[in-house]
């Protein structure tokens, strides 16, 4: 009988809740409004000969890495981030090889680790979910082959420093360390100027966050151009679709309506942290477009929570099952009245599950 390989067989089924999502969602750290109007209406004025053509990447792969102060030569635009990691794993990881990430982050890093056969070996971050450098480092080998670090971390939106990253990245010279940078607007600082000095470094971009794009798959990796030809070896020549190529062009022009959402989420992340402050809420401070907040101490308090706010027709993601976050949601944030809605269905849910609880609040 046919069977699927060894490594395949142990990865473990990933199941996001994507059905049925009508209401606000701040489920999946997606932008809440929408793409840039530029985009749709150039989708409006797509031909039947622009579908009818394999999509020819290299002239947007071109606009995109002048965008990012890149060469051509170093970025490669790929479906999703997902696919960049995807591409990383094939590219680098054999049966036996090590790779490391923290604990908790994003999913995708173990799947494709394991299914490339590689040991997936995490690392829980500190207190407060602090980067732990000193503890990734003494984990290095010579087996380790791929770091994966998603910075700002989801889903603690919390950091690593420059340096640290920079650290890690030099006492590993014999891996490949990616940057996940899926929410770098949000946060500001980036990887992407080390990359000359740091022949191991990679890092990664998305249209699918900020740009309001998830639905056109669309991601960068950048990397020391001798890597990129390696990755690009194992790369789909129309691995981005034409449609999606046809609106990457277009939502980097319009860096305005880019500036105005991400202002817009910023104000309310801080909205939302104040009022966690003076509801005695635990958080973490975060520097994406969400935060992750306990609502109680085990997995039937964060449902309830997430049922509640569902009830309200506002999704919210249930982080319980993630190491060190028993009884916590993540929120994503959207602008203006976005937040106000967040804001006002929080306090009465927040109530409803304390008195279920049996906890008392101020
Ligand atoms: C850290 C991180 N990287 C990558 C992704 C997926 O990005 P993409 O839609 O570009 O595949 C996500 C989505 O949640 C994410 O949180």
């Known amino acids: 009988m046919l069977s699927?390989?060894?490594?395949v067989r142990a990865?473990?089924?990933y199941h996001p809740p994507l059905a049925g999502r009508d209401g606000l969602r701040l489920d999946f750290n997606e932008n809440t409004v929408g793409c840039s109007p530029r985009v749709l209406e150039k989708l409006q004025r797509l031909t039947a000969d622009?579908?009818?053509?394999y999509p020819e990447r290299h002239a947007v792969e071109t606009a995109v890495a002048g965008f990012l102060k890149v060469k051509a030569a170093e970025t490669l635009l790929t479906n999703g981030v997902?696919?960049?990691?995807h591409l990383l794993c094939q590219t680098y990881l054999g049966p036996g090889d090590d790779v490391l990430i923290v604990a908790p982050t994003y999913s995708m890093y173990r799947i494709y680790g394991m299914?490339?056969?590689?040991?997936v070996i995490s690392v829980p971050?500190?207190?407060n979910f602090g980067f732990p450098v000193t503890e990734l480092k003494q984990r290095v080998t010579s087996r380790t082959r791929l770091i994966a670090i998603a910075n700002p971390n989801n889903p603690t939106g919390t950091v690593a420093t420059c340096d640290q990253l920079l650290e890690l990245v030099r006492a590993a010279p014999n891996a490949a360390v990616l940057v996940d940078e899926a929410y770098v607007e949000f946060y500001g600082q980036t990887m992407i100027e080390y990359r000359s000095d740091s022949a191991n470094l990679f890092v990664a971009r998305t249209f699918s966050k900020a740009y309001g794009m998830a639905g056109l798959r669309v991601g960068v990796l950048i990397g020391n151009p001798e890597q990129m030809s390696a990755v690009r070896l194992v790369c789909s020549p129309y691995n981005v679709?034409?449609?999606?190529?046809?609106s990457v062009p277009e939502a980097i022009r319009d860096q305005s309506y880019l500036a105005e959402y991400v202002g817009g989420v910023l104000e309310a992340r801080g909205r939302l942290q104040n009022w966690l402050v003076l509801s005695g809420i635990e958080f973490w401070r975060s520097e994406a477009n969400f935060v992750l907040l306990r609502v109680g101490s085990s997995k039937a308090d964060s449902a309830r929570f997430v049922e509640k706010m569902r009830l309200r027709g506002i999704l919210v993601r249930d982080r319980s099952s993630d190491h060190g976050c028993e009884g916590c949601v993540r929120i994503t944030l959207g602008p203006g009245e976005h937040a106000d809605r967040l804001l006002e269905a929080l306090p009465s849910v927040i109530e409803e599950c304390s008195i279920a609880q049996g906890v008392s609040r101020r």
């Not at 997902?82 to 990691?85: L, Q, R, S």
């Open 4 to 7: 699927p390989k060894e490594s």
């Open 115 to 119: 299914a490339a056969g590689a040991n």
């Open 11 to 13: 990865v473990p089924a």
């Open 50 to 53: 622009d579908l009818t053509k």
């Open 241 to 246: 679709n034409a449609v999606a190529l046809a």
């Open 82 to 85: 997902d696919e960049a990691i």
């Open 125 to 127: 971050l500190g207190k």
